[in-house]
């Protein structure tokens, strides 16, 4: 049996039981033995620890060792500390709600070599740290400059803004939408253009339901399953279009039959990562009116760049024949349930004929809120506040993977929130229940390939650094460099 220490700390007049191995150095059991009581819930998140002083009194340690190892824990996310709230143990992220896995997809299970006899496969640990994409930071929501946008726009609102809703949505947001797209997008519209819709699958399936996508539609060969079984449910039948460091391979549409539509992701292509190539978006234009077809342009991630100059919307090169899809999903939250969609002028009353006669999807004051914020300059402000904070993230995580794992290669990063680590082949499958294993929930990109696809398969993780939690985010880095697979795998 291995030697150990046991002593008693006094916490808020309660004993704290502690098991200090004798292994290692005092601070490294310390912390073991903190991490052990916060994850069998002995201490439970907002407990408040004692000053390092007395800790130290308590166990018989040096007060240096208490105060470095609380600093290490909070730099991990396990603890926070804050001048008058003392110490406490950080607040546990909820796990995700479970995602469907696309087939042949692994995440969980015991690691290789591990058997359960009889009992088979242990379920892997719930997740704790969450680096799943397509989420933003919820804790920067800018909820004191919303709520006095609220209040304007409810003090300045007409009467009539709370009768039966226009399908196309509120004037008053449609009019700062036209003018906040063309001055920061590049998109040629007028408010007359532009439905509200309750965010981007909203808007797809809209545009399903009018049949202009019949009978097939292309879409890039890496792209989000429930995008492509949206357009599957609405009788479309998705055609991959490959890809490669410059995006969609948009010169190949002319030889795709029956296809009348498109779906690209021209300013930051997802999950993979950068912007469509100048003669690419021509081609897709070119095609497009030489086929009487029309582009879809799913501006992702489109406000969110870093370390390249801005990229104009596809749309402004004709807005005949393209259509601009947003949403303040990434920007805000997705919890506000507001997109757009900017059509030509001949599909306006189609798409209002399959919406309704009555706005019922997106709510008149989350509508007024986000015209005034816009307007005010609120929303311009939150997403250059927005830009720095996802840019240091983004270079926190690259520059743990720098020292931790080097032969990883981090690619997609010079815009939008997630990044693509690419994987030696073979790996993704092992390095998504080793991440299962360390309690982190993220996806492989093999999940987003395009079932027909005939672009070669890429083993990598899709990892959402928006995400976690500031106090929480250290930990989930963590994580993820003990998931990746070691150096000599990718020989």
């Known amino acids: 049996m291995a030697d150990s220490w046991v002593n008693s700390a006094k916490i808020l007049g309660s004993d704290l039981h502690l098991e200090l191995t004798r292994a290692g150095s005092r601070r490294t059991a310390l912390m073991a033995a903190l991490r052990e009581a916060i994850r069998d819930g002995r201490l439970a998140p907002g407990t408040r620890l004692p000053p390092y002083r007395s800790l130290a009194a308590d166990l018989g340690i040096a007060r240096n060792t208490v105060a470095d190892a609380y600093a290490e824990l909070v730099a991990e996310g396990w603890l926070t500390a804050r001048q008058g709230s003392g110490t406490r143990v950080a607040p546990r992220p909820a796990p995700p709600p479970p995602r469907r896995r696309a087939p042949g997809r692994e995440c969980g299970g015991r690691p290789s070599g591990a058997t359960g006899g009889r009992r088979g496969p242990q ?34 609102a007409p009467h009539e803004a709370f009768g039966p809703g226009d399908p196309r949505g509120r004037p008053e947001l449609r009019r700062a ?84 539509a498109a779906l690209l992701t021209p ?9 469509l190539h100048p003669e690419r978006r021509a081609a897709a234009v070119a095609w497009a009116r030489e086929s009487d077809g029309l582009v879809l342009e799913d501006d992702y991630d489109g406000e969110f760049r870093y370390d390249r100059r801005p990229v104009g919307a596809v749309q402004g090169l004709d807005p005949d ?54 307007e005010s300059g609120g929303y311009d402000r939150h997403v250059r506040r927005m830009r720095q904070h996802y840019r240091r993230r983004r270079d926190q995580l690259v520059t743990a993977l720098a020292e931790r794992a080097p032969h990883i290669r981090v690619s997609g990063i010079a815009a939008g929130l997630h990044a ?70 990718a020989t």
């Open 123 to 156: 379920p892997a640990p719930q997740p704790v740290h969450n680096l799943l994409q397509g989420q933003p930071d919820a804790a920067s929501f800018p909820r004191t400059a919303w709520l006095a946008s609220a209040r304007r726009a409810l003090a300045a």
């Open 177 to 260: 939408l036209a003018d906040y797209l063309a001055r920061v997008r590049g998109v040629r519209t007028d408010p007359e253009r532009i439905v509200v819709c309750a965010g981007f699958a909203h808007a797809l399936r809209l545009l399903g339901d009018t049949r202009l996508l019949r009978p097939r539609m292309a879409v890039e060969s890496y792209g989000l399953d429930f995008h492509r079984s949206l357009l599957r449910s609405a009788g479309i039948r998705t055609v991959p279009l490959p890809l490669d460091g410059d995006g969609a391979l948009t010169e190949g549409l002319a030889d795709l039959d029956g296809v009348r």
């Open 267 to 275: 300013a930051h292509q997802f999950p993979t990562g950068g912007p």
């Open 321 to 374: 024949r393209v259509l601009y899809l947003g949403s303040a999903g990434k920007s805000l939250s997705p919890a506000l349930r507001l997109g757009w969609i900017v059509l030509p002028d001949h599909l306006v009353d189609g798409l209002l004929a399959t919406k309704g006669e009555r706005e019922g999807w997106t709510g008149v004051v989350d509508q007024l809120t986000l015209a005034d914020f816009i």
């Open 420 to 489: 693509v680590l690419e994987l030696p082949p073979g790996t993704e499958r092992s390095a998504l229940r080793a991440a299962a294993w360390q309690g982190l929930a993220l996806d492989g990109l093999g999940g987003y390939r395009h079932p027909d696809a005939t672009t070669p398969h890429r083993d990598g993780l899709v990892v959402g650094y928006a995400t976690p939690p500031e106090h929480s985010f250290a930990g989930a880095l963590d994580a993820l460099c003990r998931a990746l697979p070691p150096e000599q795998t």
